[in-house]
Structures are given as structure tokens and as C-alpha cells.
């Protein structure tokens, strides 16, 4: 069963990758250490599928492309967050991390619950406690881009590489 990692307020890049590790380029080394000064847990136990579920302003900080990276290496399937700094935002579509921004979904809801998240319709479904969140799609553009794993495998096949 998949778990809900859930965090505060202003989780910034420095916490969700530390700068001492900003000197690899390895995607599955940049996990290891992923949130690892806000949650020494997170790297040992997160599986692939689960999700973060954050507060506001989620990716502040410096605009370094590894904090997403290292979320998506980790295997987390989504972070939901009731909102993001804007580069952390870029960034993370730029890799093709899935990021939902939800002002419900953080006060009303527990690491075991039970999460769906369906992009095309933009609803989060807690099966455990039967409730439904929406959220805004992505156009089809950049759901495509998500899907085919970021911008440079995107821009790959737009040039037919």
C-alpha cells in the first residue's frame, strides 16, 4: 500500500535535496538523500507511488532542478500541494514530475489514506475516507509531457531523435 508523505508550509529546496549532494548527477544517488533534513525517514522508507502532500509554497528557495529530480527519483508519484514556488513549479513539469496544487487535500488527510488521482478529469480521490478533490488539469500539451517523462524526452520526439 502506497503512503502520503505530508509536510508543512515552505518546504524548501535546500531541505528536499541538501546543497552537499549537488555535486552528483545521478538520478537514484540525488534520492538517497532526498528530504533527508526534514524527514530523515523519507529516503529509507518511500516506495514507489507514494505521494507528498505539502502546504504552501512548496519548492521555495533556490531554483536548483535537482529538488525535483530527486522527488521523482525516489519514486513519488505526484506532490500535492496547496501551492508551489513558481521555478519549483517549472522545473518539476520540465522533468515530468507530476505536481497538483489542492487547498483542501493537506488539512483533511492521513499516510495511510488511500489516494487516486485521475490528471485528465483534475480529481484527487481519497477512497479511505470517500471524498473528492478537484484540481485544475494541465492542457493536453503539457499532460503529454508529463506522461513521456519531461521536456528534453518530449522535445526528442517532436524532432523525431
Not at 138 to 158: H, M, R, S
Request: charge should be neutral; include cysteine; charged fraction near 30%.
Amino acid at each position: 500500500m502506497n503512503k502520503n508523505w505530508i509536510y508543512a508550509d515552505n518546504v524548501d529546496t535546500d531541505v528536499i535535496i541538501p546543497a552537499r549532494y549537488l555535486n552528483t548527477k545521478s538520478e537514484k544517488e540525488l534520492a538517497t538523500h532526498c528530504m533527508e533534513d526534514i524527514d530523515k525517514s523519507f529516503s529509507k522508507n518511500v516506495q514507489k507511488g507514494d505521494l507528498i502532500i505539502a502546504g504552501h509554497n512548496f519548492g521555495c528557495g533556490s531554483s536548483r532542478e535537482h529538488a525535483p529530480l530527486a522527488i521523482k527519483a525516489s519514486g513519488i508519484k505526484a506532490v500535492i500541494a496547496k501551492s508551489f514556488a513558481r521555478i519549483f513549479y517549472r522545473n518539476a513539469i520540465n522533468i515530468g514530475l507530476v505536481i497538483i496544487e489542492n487547498d483542501e487535500i493537506q488539512d483533511d488527510i492521513a499516510n495511510d489514506d488511500i489516494i487516486e488521482i485521475d490528471l485528465t478529469k483534475g480529481k484527487i480521490y481519497n477512497k479511505t475516507k470517500n471524498k473528492e478533490y478537484s484540481f485544475s488539469a494541465f492542457p493536453d500539451e503539457i499532460q503529454k509531457l508529463i506522461n513521456i517523462g519531461g521536456l528534453v524526452e518530449y522535445t526528442k520526439q517532436k524532432v523525431g531523435k
